[in-house]
């Protein structure tokens, strides 16, 4: 193996190494709400490109049920969805509305402290 061939494969694994301590990097910042990196280069500068996240800005399945059926009363979870939607949810990135409703459907199921089931797939808050 000649010097050359020692380098590149020394840099080769270096990278390698550079690269899983990027995802740890983005990983823990993901977990911790800081910057999100997005993996591009600015082409002028050669910098990362950051951006700050604002999920709590977003609001979230729980709040939003709670608001649709307090104003709308006794439904069935995709229309308290849809209307979720209507008011400005999004999910995830990728998500149909299939599975935005089975989001709404679960959360809802699973507080029961909040919700209570009447039925057929229909909720209403639960009175205090």
Same mark, same amino acid.
């Given at each position: 193996?000649?010097?050359?061939?020692?380098?590149?494969? $020394?840099?080769? =694994?270096?990278? /390698?190494?550079?690269?899983? &301590?990027?995802? !740890?990097?983005? %990983? @823990?910042?993901?977990?911790?709400?800081?910057?999100?990196?997005?993996?591009?280069?600015?082409?002028?500068?050669?910098?990362?490109?950051? $951006?700050?996240? =604002?999920?709590? /800005?977003?609001?979230?399945? &729980?709040?939003? !049920?709670?608001? %649709? @059926?307090?104003?709308?009363?006794?439904?069935?979870?995709?229309?308290?969805?849809?209307?979720?939607?209507?008011?400005?949810?999004?999910? $995830?990135?990728?998500?149909?509305?299939?599975?935005?409703?089975?989001?709404?459907?679960?959360?809802?199921?699973?507080?029961?402290?909040?919700?209570?089931?009447?039925?057929?797939?229909?909720?209403?808050?639960?009175?205090?």
């Amino acid at each position: 193996m000649t010097d050359l061939e020692k380098i590149e494969e $020394r840099m080769a =694994a270096i990278q /390698a190494e550079f690269d899983e &301590l990027q995802t !740890a990097a983005r %990983v @823990l910042r993901r977990f911790s709400g800081g910057e999100h990196v997005s993996g591009r280069t600015n082409p002028i500068s050669g910098q990362k490109r950051t $951006r700050k996240k =604002a999920q709590s /800005a977003r609001p979230k399945i &729980l709040d939003m !049920a709670k608001s %649709v @059926l307090q104003e709308l009363g006794e439904n069935h979870f995709s229309v308290v969805a849809e209307e979720a939607i209507k008011r400005g949810y999004k999910g $995830r990135v990728n998500s149909t509305l299939d599975q935005i409703k089975k989001s709404y459907w679960s959360t809802m199921k699973r507080n029961p402290d909040i919700f209570t089931t009447t039925g057929g797939g229909k909720f209403k808050l639960k009175e205090k």
